[in-house]
């Protein structure tokens, strides 16, 4: 596991640029933390480190935003399950993101569906221990 620590929202967004050049031919992100722990702010950090300038909001009333990645083949997938008390994978279209392997998928609230993950996926856990420190945690 790593950690890092970031003392604004700023140098939270830069972290998740760096890491999201790892993501660029796919991969799952599980991303959990508090309300208001910096999630999407994260999320925004790393579409910018996928190459993607659409501003990029909590899909919280949408559930999925998807956005073409430039200069690649495939999507990146921004998912918020916040609202959502029970999933049906296979009717809500998740499972459909979720198994092509091409996608890159960013699960805020992503413990709802913990079960439905593989071991492989990346899990990210993001702790607000003060108003403009986070403590980012990668597993």
């Known amino acids: 596991m790593k950690t890092f620590k970031t003392q ?11 890491l999201a050049k790892d993501f660029l031919n796919g ?10 722990a910096g999630k999407t ?6 579409a910018l480190g996928l190459g993607i300038e659409d501003r990029i909001v909590s ?25 959502l008390e029970s999933i049906d994978l296979k009717n809500s279209g998740l499972e459909e993101i979720l198994t092509e392997p091409s996608n890159v998928v960013l699960i805020e609230w992503a ?6 993950l593989k071991e492989s996926v990346t899990r990210l856990n993001i702790e607000s221990p003060s108003e403009d420190t986070r403590v980012i945690s990668v597993s």
Not at 27 to 36: F, M, Q, V, W
Not at 70 to 80: A, C, G, L, T
Not at 111 to 116: A, F, G, L, T
């Open 8 to 18: 604004s929202a700023e140098e939270t967004k830069l972290l998740a640029q760096d």
């Open 27 to 36: 991969g799952i992100i599980a991303l959990s933390g508090d309300l208001g």
């Open 41 to 46: 702010t994260f999320a925004q950090g790393f």
């Open 59 to 83: 899909p919280t009333f949408l559930i999925i935003r998807q956005y073409p990645i430039p200069k690649q083949k495939n999507f990146f997938y921004h998912i918020d399950l916040y609202r």
């Open 111 to 116: 413990d709802k569906i913990s079960d439905h």
